[in-house]
């Protein structure tokens, strides 16, 4: 059974902090990781990854995909309010269009 | 630019009743569609899948049903609702032409079953 597995949880810091997000993954025929962004609705779109080792920025927010250790990070410098949300990795396999989604990392700025 | 657009926004209906959520899609032709859902505590599950006109691929067996009547149109329902049928639920969309893509979702039906 495919697997992702997002750490932390949940995570608080305060504004201008660097925070760091875990995700791994266990999957057959891997294709792509995505990264979305969740508040009270939809969630958005971040970052699509299919390659090692190449990272992708946007703004603040980088993420890259190690698939040798079948894991990815997504980094968020002088983080703001406005980052407070849940932040949702999943893994696009083989051709069927499925995406298995982890359960997610709750992130809590404070001012 | 595409919109997906996806009502109602909440929903509370009783056990046993009926039930039909909709969600269109605009600005694109031909997309793969899909209807997830987020029970609290989990993550969101893959419940259909349709990549054209009346092609749907389910996930895991439920109480729920999909339906694409349009090319741009995907509909979930049930016939009679469970208490278990309780969650979030969200539209999406991706390019057809390529499964490689990322998918883009709506803003999701609250359903409460009473």
């Known amino acids: 059974e495919d697997k992702v597995v997002q750490s932390p949880l949940s995570l608080v810091v305060h504004e201008g902090d660097t925070v760091t997000l875990n995700c791994s993954y266990e999957?057959?025929?891997?294709?792509?990781l995505l990264w979305y962004k969740q508040e009270k609705k939809a969630p958005t779109f971040l970052f699509m990854l299919t390659s090692s080792g190449i990272e992708k920025k946007s703004g603040r927010l980088s993420s890259i995909l190690d698939k040798k250790e079948l894991f990815s990070i997504l980094n968020i410098t002088a983080t703001q309010t406005g980052d407070s949300a849940v932040y949702l990795c999943a893994v696009l396999v083989g051709s069927n269009y499925k995406l298995t989604f982890g359960k997610g990392t709750l992130l809590t700025v404070n001012p | 630019s595409q919109t997906i657009h996806q009502w109602p926004a909440t929903l509370v209906q009783p056990v046993g009743s009926p039930l039909s959520l909709e969600c269109t899609v605009e600005?694109?032709?031909?997309?793969?569609l899909y209807w997830y859902r987020q029970a609290a505590g989990r993550g969101l599950q893959l419940l259909f899948y349709?990549?054209?006109?009346?092609?749907i691929s389910s996930e895991v067996p439920q109480n729920l049903s999909a339906s694409r009547p349009q090319d741009r149109q995907f509909i979930l329902s049930s016939k009679k609702l469970l208490l278990s049928d309780s969650g979030f639920y969200l539209c999406?969309?991706?390019?057809?032409?390529?499964?490689?893509?990322?998918?883009?979702f709506g803003d999701g039906t609250r359903l409460s079953i009473l």
């Open positions: 999957v057959t025929n891997f294709r792509s």
């Open positions: 999406a969309w991706s390019e057809g032409a390529d499964s490689n893509q990322p998918q883009h």
């Open positions: 349709s990549v054209g006109i009346g092609q």
């Open positions: 600005g694109t032709s031909n997309p793969n």
